[in-house]
Nanobody, 115 residues
């Protein structure tokens, strides 16, 4: 069992930066892909960025060049550095860890970007 716990959300002005962290309890053995998703009010949850065990990354077009995903396997922690934030980045951000057919989700952290 893996339990991701997000932190680092908050209120920031447009153009500012935030760094989200996702610490995982339990064993992350055989966890392949870890990622960040977000869900804005009235919208579906969408992939923001993901990273594999080997370090390959994938980003939503809307965040390319502004967000950077990274992971520290020794610390069992996933990060999301968010720069040049825009009001449309406002959402609840969720951490996800994939182990085969099983997906583990965190409880989410709110990010609010004011204009």
């Amino acid at each position: 069992q893996v339990q991701p716990v997000e932190s680092g959300g908050g209120l920031v002005q447009a153009g500012g930066s935030l760094r989200l962290s996702c610490a995982c309890s339990g064993s992350i053995f055989s966890i392949r892909t870890m990622g960040w998703y977000r869900q804005a009010p009235g919208k579906q949850r969408e992939l923001v960025a993901a990273i594999t065990t080997g370090g390959s990354t994938n980003y939503a077009d809307s965040v390319k060049g502004r967000f950077t995903v990274s992971r520290d396997n020794a610390k069992k922690t996933l990060y999301l550095q968010m720069n040049s934030l825009k009001p449309e980045d406002t959402a609840v951000y969720y951490c996800n860890a994939e182990r085969g057919p099983v997906y583990y989700w965190g409880q989410g952290t709110q990010v609010t970007v004011s204009s």
